[in-house]
Nanobody, 115 residues
Framework: QVQLVESGGGLVQPGGSLRLSCVASGRMFSIWTMGWYRQATGKQRELVATITTSSLGTRYSDSVKGRFTISRDNAKNTVYLQMNSLKPEDTAVYYC????????WGQGTQVTVSS
């Protein structure tokens, strides 16, 4: 089974930036469309960005479009999420997984946007 390890979260002021990373074990990573999800306290987990296997196709939720950029490096089994112009409403635990989810969830990485 593919294991996922997210990192890069932290506390940042509104308007700031963070870059999240997710490293996947196993060979399935390179054939999966990958996504970044987030779950705020008391809310359902939502999909915010996806990227196809070749990186030619990306999609974003309306809430992050124009501010977040998803990318991947198949040689490193890693998917990234560059987050700019962060807002307090971006505060959540961020997870990566396939789209649709194809393995167990990792521990996630906490992103807190606050002044």
């Amino acid at each position: 089974q593919v294991q996922l390890v997210e990192s890069g979260g932290g506390l940042v002021q509104p308007g700031g930036s963070l870059r999240l990373s997710c490293v996947a074990s196993g060979r399935m990573f390179s054939i999966w469309t990958m996504g970044w999800y987030r779950q705020a306290t008391g809310k359902q987990r939502e999909l915010v960005a996806t990227i196809t296997t070749s990186s030619l196709g990306t999609r974003y939720s309306d809430s992050v479009k124009g501010r977040f950029t998803i990318s991947r490096d198949n040689a490193k089994n890693t998917v990234y999420l560059q987050m700019n112009s962060l807002k307090p409403e971006d505060t959540a635990v961020y997870y990566c997984n396939a789209d649709p989810p194809g393995t167990s969830w990792g521990q996630g990485t906490q992103v807190t946007v606050s002044s």
